[in-house]
């Protein structure tokens, strides 16, 4: 064929990847090997139509199939900036200042080193982006862990796609990881468990200890993220083969076909769940008395078991309102999560703005009072020229408060 096979799917329905899918074999019934996805209609789109799609591509890709994308510069910005025609490849960014900012992506990983890199990229982008309920962090961290981890051991596929996305209105967190492996079933199928179809293969896995080999793994990671949705009152849904198990507020619905598949052989996975943030989680309680170890907050304990935080490691510069809020977001989150006092150490820092030093401590002391800033926190390392910006905007977040008779409680 001289001209493209022209595609056209609605970015915001749940139907779009195997809309895709399908339009892709019609046209190669029709023996086109060049198609042009037609975006310009899109205005909004979400992790579990971008991942999919992204993979999809990729799957076709491989096979010599050449794409195009239309896109409408103002309408399509969000589209763009997710990367899902082309995703960021993170074994290539290690190190690189792009990994910071993970969410809103679509991300290829094939490695350990890459789940490493690209989950620990989260977690710090999570931590700084607002306030969370306790047990919350090591939630999302553990299903994160373990269904990229799933992909790598059991899918058979060179990689995975993941993307993540914050719903900062409905306290949200959307993950959707997918692979265009050979599936659940196909996995489970040569195991002592040999389930008969594939919505049967999925929920074996979603039980304790089913895995296809037990010299690879104990086979927790599909039950431990379904037992923290439950924990969490949370959403999941698994796809695999073209059957689908989901969970919603206590409801659970199956079906055994019409979900995206790339045939018997390439029955493909896509695990799709979304944690309110702010809701507490007892991970422990979920996962029957395990509590995941947060490294990131072991490495800030003292010997005195108190918590530092140091500004010149983790603040996104000292100049900015914008950097303060994800430091002042961190801070609160470690409060929450262990109910310690915290160290925050100004050294190495000379100068800090006025915006920077109200942000961070000012708005702590406006919201939550005095005694609570004070019974938490201890300041150190203050050079002389940030004592004065950081007195000065205290001191008239003191006087603003005085006068004001609304005052939030102490972080829960």
């Known amino acids: 064929m001289t001209h493209p096979y022209i595609i056209k799917p609605t970015m915001d329905s749940k139907a779009a990847p195997k809309y895709v899918n399908d339009n892709i074999l019609a046209g190669k019934r029709k023996r086109y090997v060049e198609f042009t996805i037609d975006l310009q209609e899109t205005s909004r789109t979400y992790p579990n139509i971008c991942v999919p799609i992204a993979a999809t591509i990729d799957y076709y890709k491989n096979s010599g199939i050449d794409f195009k994308f239309i896109h409408d510069q103002e309408r399509n910005s969000y589209l763009q900036h997710t990367m899902f025609y082309e995703p960021c490849v993170v074994e290539d960014l290690i190190g690189v200042s792009e990994i910071n900012y993970p ?42 862990n373990e ?34 492996g050979i599936g659940i079933f196909n996995s489970l199928k040569p195991s002592k468990h040999n389930p008969l179809k594939p919505i049967d293969a999925i929920t074996l896995a979603l039980q304790e200890r089913v895995t296809r080999d037990d010299k690879i793994g104990q086979g927790n990671g599909m039950w431990g993220l379904s037992e923290i949705i439950k924990e969490n009152h949370g959403f999941v849904e698994i796809c695999s083969s073209g059957a689908s198990y989901t969970y919603n ?164």
């Not at 992506?105 to 094939?110: D, E, P």
């Not at 058979?156 to 306290?171: E, N, S, T």
């Open 103 to 144: 969410l809103d992506k679509v991300w290829r990983f094939g490695t350990a080193e890459g789940v490493n890199a690209l989950v620990n990229a989260f977690i710090k982008t999570v931590r700084e982006s607002d306030e969370l309920g306790p047990g919350v962090l090591n939630s999302i961290e553990w299903c994160i």
């Open 147 to 180: 269904t990229m981890d799933n992909v790598l051991q059991h899918s058979a596929a060179p990689y995975g796609f993941i993307m993540g996305q914050l719903q900062k209105v409905k306290k949200q967190l959307s993950i959707c990881i997918f692979d265009w």
């Open 249 to 412: 507020n206590n409801r659970v619905e199956t079906t055994e076909s019409g979900t995206l598949n790339f045939g018997l052989k390439q029955g493909s996975t896509l695990v799709d769940f979304q944690l309110s943030y702010q809701t507490p989680t007892n991970i422990s309680k979920a996962l029957c008395g395990h509590m995941p170890t947060d490294l990131w907050l072991e490495e800030r304990q003292t010997e005195k078991e108190e918590y530092s935080v140091s500004i010149s490691e983790l603040a996104h510069g000292t100049g900015t309102r914008q950097s303060a809020v994800k430091l002042r977001n961190l801070i609160l989150n470690i409060f929450r999560e262990k109910r310690q006092k915290i160290i925050i150490d100004f050294t190495g820092i000379n100068v800090v703005s006025s915006s920077f030093a109200d942000e961070l401590l000012g708005k702590i002391i406006s919201e939550y009072g005095f005694m609570f800033f004070v019974n938490t926190f201890q300041i150190i390392g203050v050079s002389d020229v940030a004592t004065s910006v950081i007195n000065r905007s205290i001191e008239q977040r003191m006087a603003q408060k005085y006068y004001d008779p609304d005052m939030k409680e102490s972080p829960d």
